[in-house]
């Protein structure tokens, strides 16, 4: 997986499912990545917007989280 | 191919009831149905049920003979389908092929879901299971989470504003209020659709369609039989079931169905009709930006103009194309299961002219658009007067 990419949409999710309760309210983007791949991955620190430049952060138990990079694109 | 035709249909109330099982419910509308059309069970030749999750809901399995043994209906086949909240949906779409295939004369489809028994943060869970568990699901996407992404993604390409979305609530509560058989009967004002409390950004607890029980039934026969059965009898002008990709971050473009755009290509194709041809339709408001996205998809606006197109009230019960006169997935109410041959119950019910305060003043070609997930089934259905 390419760890850089671009806001493709975003939500904030208030009403979580059980699992993430502890979790919400939490950004859930659908992220453009380098060479193409679009992929479902959480957001770590700042909200970010459609067109947003961000990269990854971190793994937890197989759920990507991405973060807005520093300096945009 | 025969034409076809519904010659009877039965519909419980949908809402939140605690004293009811799944059966009960299912035949409710399936003997209504049967009794409506004076068919004794004996003379039904295929059962087909549309259920999206009554092994999770209920605990229970094997759905089709189990509701058919409780009509009486027996030694024919008896099969569930299963799409989503499109699950009934593409039951009837079954159904009608195998009657115009000539393979059986009367075929009963039932639409059936018991969600109520469940927490809600459980049936949120059990929902999410319609979306690709191993990626989205597993990112924490729910149901409003993935429609959520494709309101905003709209709103970004579009313009298209949380007034337009909350036109949609506004005109949907307006008609279900009069609906007795609806969910929800209480009408909302844009203020309070406008503040209400978020559930997945930017939809509020307005845009989303309700955890409802119920279930719908309708009878399908050729329509050369048909006047043994009913003086209304309602054409199947066109039907078509489509697929696309289950997850919504494997669609290349998310501010359009691209499976009901094919149903309803096909559908038009098949009924020798165009987009402005249809003078009322029921669509799979599941969030109201389902319903905005549906007026682009199937041809009544272009792309993109389907926020204004709402908020000017021209889909009303009394503008110029009526949407979800019941009052649709967010009022009516939203059994997954049983929302298809719900949708066809009340487009029927147009047809006949007895939808009593819900009737729009064109009556004679109606649509049915039900999605299953969001987005991977589509089933278009057009029914005319025969």
Sequence with gaps: MSHRGVVYTETVVHAAPPQFVADAPYQLAIVDLEGGERRTVRILGGRVRIGDAVEFAEDRHGIAFFRKKEGGL | ?386
């Design chain 2, 1 to 386: 191919m025969r034409p076809v035709a519904v010659v009877g249909i039965g519909k419980t109330a949908f809402g939140a009831f605690p004293d009811r099982d799944l059966r009960s419910l299912a035949v409710e509308a399936g003997a209504k149905c049967l009794a409506e059309a004076h068919v004794s069970p004996d003379k039904i030749e295929a059962f087909y049920l549309g259920n999206f999750a009554g092994p999770s809901f209920v605990g229970q399995n094997h759905l089709a003979p189990y509701v058919a043994g409780g009509l009486g209906i027996e030694g024919v086949p008896c099969t569930r389908f299963e799409a989503a909240c499109a699950s009934s949906g593409s039951a009837f779409f079954h159904a009608v092929s195998s009657v115009a295939a000539g393979l059986y004369d009367l075929v009963l489809v039932c639409g059936v879901e018991k969600m109520t028994s469940q927490p809600t943060p459980v049936v949120s869970e059990i929902l999410a299971g319609a979306g690709d568990t191993g990626g989205e699901v597993r990112a924490g996407a729910t149901f409003p989470a993935l429609f959520g992404m494709i309101a905003r993604r709209h709103m970004h390409q579009f313009g298209t504003t949380r007034e337009h979305l909350a036109a949609v609530a506004v005109k949907s509560h307006s008609n279900g209020a009069k609906n007795p058989l609806a969910h929800m009967r209480k009408v909302i004002t844009m203020e309070q659709a406008l503040a209400g409390k978020p559930i997945a950004e930017p939809l509020t607890v307005y845009d989303c369609s309700l955890i409802s029980d119920g279930a719908a039934a309708a009878l399908v026969a050729p329509l050369e039989r048909a006047s043994e059965f009913t003086a209304k009898p309602a054409r199947v002008l066109a039907i078509a079931q489509t697929s696309d990709a289950v997850a919504l971050d494997h669609k290349a473009d998310i501010t359009t169905f691209r499976a009901v755009r094919l149903a309803g290509e096909k559908a038009y194709k098949m009924a020798g009709l165009s987009p402005a041809d249809i003078q009322f339709a029921e669509v799979h408001d599941c969030f109201t930006i389902a319903e905005i996205v549906a007026t682009e998809d199937l041809g009544w606006v272009k792309k993109g103009e389907g926020g204004r197109y709402a908020l000017e009230g021209r889909t009303c019960l009394h503008g110029e194309r009526p949407l979800n006169a019941s009052g649709g997935l967010k009022a009516k109410g939203h059994p997954v299961g049983a929302t298809g041959v719900g949708q066809i119950c009340d487009v029927v019910m147009q047809i006949r002219g007895e939808a009593g305060d819900l009737q729009v003043a064109r009556n004679e070609v109606g649509l049915a658009e039900n999605l299953g997930g969001s987005g991977a089934t589509a089933v278009v259905t057009i029914l005319g007067a025969s």
